[in-house]
């Protein structure tokens, strides 16, 4: 077995690759080089080291970045490899495609809401916001104080796409996933009407200043800042934000499905069963093949996972707190937040659309809505630049089906 392999992660920080990395190398030997990048950088940084002729072995992706690599033939098929068998059903269909298995569930599902500051709703009212006139309630009432309603680090285009499916949950009539089906299929439009309505409910949070000042030049951990600060009375953020705001001392804290911004609309949940996925690399020196596997089989195992929650690193405590692996449950002494969040995931109606979005679009849609609550372009315009996209996709061969079935 090969003494050293290379392990690329997007959703495990540097400090608990290298934590884990050192666990493992002190019970095989085998020495791990670790290479961790942000979520937003990730395909970039991994497609410099491939084609630079680095070595790459395991990889810990981004859920949504798994359709990607397994279109493009970059990484193995995971049926029978160490792991799989650990995982619950949910996290297993999240990454079969065709029938076969390509990547081996890591964290647990995660969902998206709106942290409420029980705080400053206690001091203005009351009651959490349900409805856009909520909002809008709310928010005049906290400007007036010099506060915000919304915290949030737009400088981060990363986390935008998640305001448009929330939004596009609602215009669709509760079918968001149909419709973006039939977008990427080119039997509809993101020009047409549900699209653009939501589009211009973001672009009303931006005019009528529901985000801190500056919220576009701001960072994701500068948003969470605002909000920790006690600048601002909701986050709209992950699951995965939980820990981060309890260890930030954050006692009186809430977590609500997406307020109601169409009239009679019901809020759909967006989620995954499995946040990030363990895979090895499809042109792995086969020398180092079974250390690969040893790895991803180290990391998996449910006496580890439940070591990594009482670890000193924050980011491995963070990384086991929720868990796909079947054996490994939610303590007894689970926070209400995190018992929250699996609530969300019992009543979740769909996945995040940019799971099934080719990158492109994603990227796209990005900058669009960067741009959109920059009040640069109209909602329309913002419509017209992910149809442009989006047509000359579909011109250049783009089959949304056969992503969907992994050939």
Not at 331 to 351: G, I, R, S, V, Y
């Amino acid at each position: 077995m090969a003494k050293e392999i290379d392990f690329y992660a997007a959703v495990l920080k540097e400090e608990g690759c290298l934590e884990a990395a050192k666990r493992f190398e002190e019970e095989t030997g085998i020495k791990v080089n670790v290479h961790s990048y942000d979520s937003a950088d990730f395909v970039q940084a991994f497609m410099v080291a491939a084609n630079g002729g680095s070595p790459v072995d395991v990889m810990l992706l981004n859920g949504q970045d798994v359709r990607y690599f397994m279109k493009n033939g970059l990484i193995q098929e995971m049926d029978g490899k160490p792991g799989a068998d650990r995982v619950n059903e949910g996290a297993v269909d999240q990454y079969t495609y065709n029938g076969k298995l390509y990547a081996i569930g890591s964290k647990g599902g995660n969902s998206s809401g709106i942290y409420v500051n029980m705080d400053i709703i206690d001091q203005y009212g009351g009651k959490a916001p349900e409805t856009m006139e909520d909002l809008r309630d709310l928010n005049a009432k906290l400007k007036a104080d010099g506060l915000s309603l919304f915290a949030f680090g737009g400088g981060n285009k990363y986390m935008w796409p998640m305001w448009y499916f929330s939004c596009f949950g609602q215009t669709s009539d509760g079918k968001p996933i149909e419709r973006t089906e039939e977008i990427l299929t080119g039997k509809a439009k993101f020009t047409d009407t549900d699209s653009i309505e939501a589009f211009d409910v973001i672009r009303i949070f931006a005019e009528e200043e529901m985000f801190q000042p500056g919220f576009n030049g701001t960072d994701s951990d500068g948003g969470k800042a605002v909000f920790v600060n006690g600048q601002a009375a909701l986050f709209y953020g992950g699951t995965w934000e939980i820990t981060g705001f309890l260890e930030a001392g954050m006692e009186n804290l809430d977590l609500l499905p997406f307020p109601i911004i169409k009239k009679g609309a019901k809020s759909i949940q967006t989620g995954n069963a499995s946040d990030g996925a363990w895979t090895i690399y499809s042109k792995i020196d086969p020398a180092r093949q079974s250390a690969a596997e040893a790895f991803i089989d180290y990391m998996t195992t449910d006496e580890v996972i439940q070591s990594f929650r009482t670890s000193d690193c924050a980011d491995l405590r963070d990384y086991a707190r929720v868990s796909c692996n079947t054996n490994v449950l939610l303590p007894e002494d689970t926070d209400e937040l995190t018992k929250k969040q699996q609530e969300f995931l019992a009543t979740m109606t769909f996945t995040h659309p940019d799971w099934i979005y080719p990158p492109e679009i994603t990227t796209a849609l990005q900058d669009v809505l960067q741009s959109l609550t920059g009040l640069q372009i109209t909602s329309q315009e913002a419509a017209d630049e992910m149809q442009a996209v989006m047509d000359e996709l579909l011109e250049n061969g783009y089959d949304y089906n056969a992503v969907e079935q992994g050939k």
